[in-house]
């Protein structure tokens, strides 16, 4: 009878469930234009972010003749990180993004990412000159 209630008692204890989180892709749009305001065609974009506390990327693109680009990342979510519900606990919640024209980039940006497609606010190559 004791061992009968030892094993129900283990049975209804609450357990977190930990599961191998399959890979996630963001697609992340955006649109970069020169310090006159004029689409910046050929800039190189970039977009680094955190995995498990660790700094990852770089997610790279180039912006074509409208300015536009397309970023895609892919994050690997923690496995040590409990399910909530059906849904993965770990996510990607914030980006870096910078870009760069010739010797010339723009100011860097974080964004907070509330979904897996999402729009980028508007960069612009504000004349800060790289360094070779």
């Not at 004791?2 to 204890?13: F, K, T, V, W």
């Not at 955006?30 to 310090?35: A, L, N, P, Y």
């Not at 996510?91 to 870009?99: C, E, I, S, T």
Request: proline share 7%; aromatic share 4%.
């Amino acid at each position: 009878m004791r061992q009968n209630a030892a094993i129900l008692a283990l049975a209804l204890m609450p357990m977190t469930v930990h599961a191998k989180c399959g890979e996630l892709t963001y697609l992340l749009e955006g649109q970069i234009e020169d310090r006159s305001g004029r689409p910046a065609a050929g800039a190189l974009v970039g977009a680094s972010w955190m995995e498990g506390g660790q700094p990852a990327g770089p997610a790279i693109a180039v912006a074509d003749r409208a300015g536009r680009y397309r970023l895609s990342v892919q994050f690997r979510p923690n496995d040590d990180m409990p399910l909530q519900g059906e849904a993965c606990a770990d996510r990607l919640d914030r980006v870096g993004v910078v870009a760069y024209l010739g010797r010339q980039r723009s100011t860097p940006i974080q964004v907070s990412i509330s979904g897996i497609r999402q729009q980028l606010p508007k960069l612009r190559i504000d004349g800060a000159s790289v360094s070779p």
